[in-house]
C-alpha cells in the first residue's frame, strides 16, 4: 500500500510559478512511475508528465517546456516545477503511482491561476 500526500498548490498569477510536492510512505518509491494529473472545473482528469525508476520523463503537449517533474528516491518524493502558468492550468492536481497491477492517487491538491 502506497499513500501519497500532495502540497504546494495555491492561487499563482498568469506568468508567476508553483511547486508542487508529492510525498510517499509506506513502499519503496523508486519502484514506481510517479506521475501528476490535473482535473479542472467540469473537465475530465488529464495526465500532465510522469517520470519513471530511471528517471525518464514525459510531458503533456500543453506543459511541455513549462512544467518539469522530478523525483528524490531517498526521500520519497516527487515534484512538479510549474513556470510560465496560465490560466488554463487552473486545476485540481493529483499525484499517482504506478507498479505493474497497482495504481495510487493523493487527494489533490488546488491550483488557481487569476490576476
Known amino acids: 500500500q502506497v499513500q501519497l500526500v500532495e502540497s504546494g498548490g495555491g492561487l499563482v498569477q498568469p506568468g508567476g510559478s508553483l511547486r508542487l510536492s508529492c510525498a510517499a510512505s509506506g513502499s519503496i518509491l523508486s519502484m514506481y512511475v510517479m506521475g501528476w494529473y490535473r482535473q479542472a472545473p467540469g473537465k475530465g482528469r488529464e495526465w500532465v508528465a510522469q517520470i519513471d525508476p530511471s528517471g525518464r520523463s514525459s510531458y503533456a503537449d500543453s506543459v511541455k517546456g513549462r512544467f518539469t517533474i522530478s523525483r528524490d528516491n531517498a526521500k520519497n518524493t516527487v515534484s512538479l516545477q510549474m513556470n510560465s502558468l496560465i490560466s488554463e492550468d487552473t486545476a485540481v492536481y493529483y499525484c499517482?503511482?504506478?507498479?505493474?497491477?497497482?495504481?495510487?492517487w493523493g487527494q489533490g491538491t488546488q491550483v488557481t491561476v487569476s490576476s
Open positions: 499517482d503511482a504506478q507498479r505493474a497491477q497497482s495504481h495510487y
